[in-house]
């Protein structure tokens, strides 16, 4: 079974309402390179197909054009699973219609844990493997909250939930292969010792974390794991058969650096998976810029923006210099121009940061945090204390708070 990991595309997700179906469509072109020169037998996408619970009609049609793509190009099998970002419904409406081209979509826990495994099939309808196609489990699949539960009892609840699926659905797999073919996983999670971006993504790795799980939580019997969640690629607990694949485009300016990269795995029965990473290449490049007016202009004009197919976006952060002033020109007109004079459409400046001295502490002890650097849950935990809750009230309301973004979290109307 030769099989391609991918996950996390966010189709229709636009940057600071610039809009990446450019780099999207260049990416799966890619993709569907790589599975004809391959002769990719399954294609295994472990979530976030899309970037919200409604995405745009453009994105449907990158999304379905894809689907029929990689069936001509030779995908005998397809497994599409859900992400946080996804609407499970959403996800699932087309399922009947597209399980008769062997694309089976499992876009939320399903209430049958075995309808969660998938037999791999090849072109010629030999079956290869089976697939535990486990999407986002969200809290309402794993157990309910408990009241007055502490952070670390709800973390450990979710763990256990989440290594309990993970057994019963191998056990099932497990049932299914009388041929002792190879079975592999999909998880899309937060899993130990994971790295995110920078400080930008904080809140939205946050909002979609279900307590942390480790590389030993996926039973032994499971050759490779491929996971979604985390945009940039690494394996979990130095297992490499337990890997992140990551986000074929860069989709936010923390993932400027990331590299960017699809797996290609190859089970064969009784024997250890063999891994091959694919580098993609960058068809947009996202700079950031920061320092002060003087250092951002000669960074600016040092760039060599013609090395990519499409137009660098641009975002910066200036500082105030050493006299603490900015100077008087508006920034956004100066350096949009700028860049408009120096690579004409090869350069889109689409955001400008001026980080002022702030003169009114977030909150008390820490007066250089930004509020973009806080978690929503550690805003809304310092405006209970600032009003004088008590400890138990507190733990109550922060709980009342994460079912609710979590709510909103599950429709696609937020992170
Ligand atoms: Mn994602």
Same mark, same amino acid.
């Given at each position: $079974?030769?099989? +391609?990991?991918?996950? !996390?595309?966010?189709?229709? #997700? #636009?940057?600071?309402?610039?809009?990446?179906?450019?780099?999207? !469509?260049?990416?799966? !072109?890619?993709?569907?390179?790589?599975?004809?020169?391959?002769?990719?037998?399954?294609?295994?996408?472990?979530?976030?197909?899309?970037?919200?619970?409604?995405?745009?009609?453009?994105?449907?049609?990158?999304?379905?054009?894809?689907?029929?793509?990689?069936?001509?190009?030779?995908?005998?099998?397809?497994?599409?699973?859900?992400?946080?970002?996804?609407?499970?419904?959403? +996800?699932?409406?087309?399922?009947?219609? =597209?399980?008769? $081209? %062997?694309?089976?979509?499992?876009?939320?826990?399903?209430?049958?844990?075995?309808?969660?495994?998938?037999?791999?099939?090849?072109?010629?309808?030999?079956?290869?493997?089976?697939?535990?196609?486990?999407?986002?489990?969200? *809290?309402?699949?794993? #157990?309910?909250?408990?009241?007055?539960?502490? *952070?670390?009892?709800?973390?450990?609840?979710?763990?256990?939930?989440?290594?309990?699926?993970?057994?019963?659905?191998?056990?099932?797999?497990?049932?299914?292969?009388?041929?002792?073919?190879?079975?592999?996983?999909?998880?899309?999670?937060?899993?130990?010792?994971?790295?995110?971006?920078?400080?930008? %993504?904080?809140?939205?790795?946050?909002?979609?974390?279900?307590?942390?799980?480790?590389?030993?939580?996926?039973?032994?019997?499971?050759?490779?794991?491929?996971?979604?969640?985390?945009?940039?690629?690494?394996?979990?607990?130095?297992?490499?058969?337990?890997?992140?694949?990551?986000?074929?485009?860069?989709?936010?300016?923390?993932?400027? !650096?990331?590299?960017?990269?699809?797996?290609?795995?190859?089970?064969?029965?009784?024997?250890?998976?063999?891994?091959?990473?694919?580098?993609?290449?960058?068809?947009?490049?996202?700079?950031?810029?920061?320092?002060?007016?003087?250092?951002?202009?000669?960074? +600016?004009?040092?760039?060599?923006?013609?090395?990519?197919?499409?137009?660098?976006?641009?975002?910066?952060?200036?500082?105030?210099?050493?006299?603490?002033?900015?100077?008087?020109?508006?920034?956004?007109?100066?350096?949009?121009?700028?860049?408009?004079?120096?690579?004409?459409?090869?350069?889109?400046?689409?955001?400008?940061?001026?980080? #002022?001295?702030?003169?009114?502490?977030?909150?008390?002890?820490?007066?250089?945090?930004?509020?973009?650097?806080?978690?929503?849950?550690?805003?809304?935990?310092?405006?209970?204390?600032?009003?004088?809750?008590?400890?138990?009230?507190?733990?109550? =309301?922060?709980?009342?708070?994460?079912?609710?973004?979590?709510?909103?979290?599950?429709?696609?109307?937020?992170?």
């Amino acid at each position: $079974m030769k099989f +391609l990991h991918t996950a !996390d595309w966010h189709l229709g #997700r #636009r940057l600071h309402g610039q809009d990446l179906a450019a780099e999207h !469509d260049a990416a799966l !072109d890619a993709i569907l390179n790589l599975i004809r020169e391959h002769r990719i037998d399954a294609l295994v996408h472990a979530g976030d197909v899309f970037d919200t619970g409604t995405p745009p009609q453009s994105a449907l049609k990158q999304y379905y054009s894809f689907l029929t793509r990689a069936v001509q190009a030779g995908c005998g099998t397809i497994i599409i699973t859900g992400g946080n970002h996804d609407s499970p419904a959403a +996800l699932n409406a087309p399922r009947d219609l =597209l399980e008769a $081209m %062997n694309i089976h979509v499992v876009g939320g826990a399903t209430e049958n844990i075995a309808d969660e495994v998938i037999a791999v099939k090849n072109t010629s309808g030999t079956t290869i493997g089976y697939c535990c196609a486990v999407p986002f489990l969200r *809290d309402k699949d794993l #157990r309910y909250s408990l009241p007055g539960e502490s *952070d670390s009892e709800r973390s450990q609840r979710l763990i256990a939930g989440i290594r309990g699926h993970y057994e019963k659905v191998v056990a099932a797999a497990q049932t299914m292969n009388t041929e002792g073919l190879p079975i592999i996983a999909t998880g899309h999670l937060f899993a130990q010792g994971g790295i995110t971006g920078d400080l930008d %993504n904080k809140e939205q790795i946050h909002v979609g974390n279900l307590g942390q799980i480790g590389a030993d939580a996926f039973p032994e019997a499971l050759v490779y794991v491929a996971l979604g969640h985390l945009h940039r690629p690494q394996t979990v607990g130095k297992q490499e058969r337990v890997r992140y694949s990551g986000s074929p485009v860069a989709l936010d300016f923390s993932e400027r !650096d990331d590299a960017k990269q699809v797996v290609i795995v190859e089970c064969l029965p009784s024997q250890p998976a063999s891994i091959e990473v694919v580098p993609l290449p960058t068809f947009r490049r996202l700079v950031r810029f920061s320092g002060t007016w003087e250092e951002v202009e000669a960074a +600016l004009k040092s760039y060599d923006a013609s090395k990519y197919t499409l137009p660098t976006f641009v975002e910066l952060r200036i500082v105030p210099n050493s006299e603490g002033l900015f100077s008087g020109v508006n920034a956004d007109e100066h350096f949009r121009s700028l860049a408009t004079k120096l690579y004409g459409s090869q350069m889109l400046i689409v955001r400008v940061v001026q980080e #002022r001295k702030r003169t009114v502490p977030v909150f008390a002890g820490n007066d250089d945090t930004r509020l973009e650097e806080l978690t929503r849950e550690f805003v809304f935990e310092e405006l209970l204390k600032r009003e004088g809750k008590e400890a138990a009230q507190i733990l109550e =309301l922060k709980q009342t708070y994460r079912e609710l973004l979590s709510l909103l979290n599950e429709r696609g109307e937020t992170a």
